[in-house]
Nanobody, 127 residues
Framework: QVQLVESGGGSVQSGGSLRLSCAVF????????MAWFRQTPGKEREEVAT???????RYADSVMGRFTISEDIAKNTMYLQMNSLKPEDTAMYYC?????????????????????WGQGTQVTVSS
């Protein structure tokens, strides 16, 4: 059984920074696509950033240049460094994972492909 546990959320002022962590517990035994999603009440969950086991990353246009996704395989942990935060970044942030083939090179699956989800961590940015 795989479990994802997020941490690092909180409240900051506009322009501030936060770093989210997602610890992975359990055996994976394959390449993975991991991602950060965010959701606000009444809106669909949106993809923020993804990272493949081989390091390929992808970002939503709204966070490009401000957020950085990374992973420490030795620690089984994924991170999201968020800089220059804006009030519109306020949301519940979720990490997610799905297993993929070592023959793949990037992540592009829809939300429904993700098999495992964390419980979420709240990020609030005040103006």
């Amino acid at each position: 059984q795989v479990q994802l546990v997020e941490s690092g959320g909180g409240s900051v002022q506009s322009g501030g920074s936060l770093r989210l962590s997602c610890a992975v517990f359990g055996a994976i035994n394959s390449a993975t696509c991991m991602a950060w999603f965010r959701q606000t009440p009444g809106k669909e969950r949106e993809e923020v950033a993804t990272i493949h086991t081989f390091g390929t990353t992808r970002y939503a246009d709204s966070v490009m240049g401000r957020f950085t996704i990374s992973e420490d395989i030795a620690k089984n942990t994924m991170y999201l460094q968020m800089n220059s935060l804006k009030p519109e970044d306020t949301a519940m942030y979720y990490c997610a994972l799905y297993r993929t083939s070592y023959r793949s090179t990037g992540c592009g699956g829809p939300l429904s492909d993700y098999d495992y989800w964390g419980q979420g961590t709240q990020v609030t940015v005040s103006s």
